[in-house]
């Protein structure tokens, strides 16, 4: 089982390469526990992330985030 501080990790980090801030977006990041998948989870789970973005989050043994920035399409 990975521990949540993986999946916050993970989360962090790939939110902030998604928006481009780098360090510089630390003190911006927002809540992501949230968005903590279930240990049982054997699939990457597809997450609606904050406004605008869309996050994929697998942790089997190890972590991978992937978020990326969605355009509404109307």
């Known amino acids: 089982m990975i ?3 993986y999946q916050l990790w ?3 980090e790939a939110y902030l390469k998604a ?3 780098g ?3 630390l003190q911006n990041i927002p809540d992501l526990t949230d968005f903590i998948i279930s240990p049982q989870s054997n699939v990457m789970s597809r997450i609606p992330f904050l406004d605008g973005f869309m996050a994929y989050l ?3 043994k190890y972590c991978l985030a992937l978020i990326i920035k969605i355009d509404n399409c109307s």
């Open 58 to 60: 697998e942790c089997q």
């Open 19 to 21: 928006t481009g801030t």
């Open 10 to 12: 993970t989360l962090k």
């Open 3 to 5: 521990p949540v501080f």
């Open 23 to 25: 360090l510089s977006g």
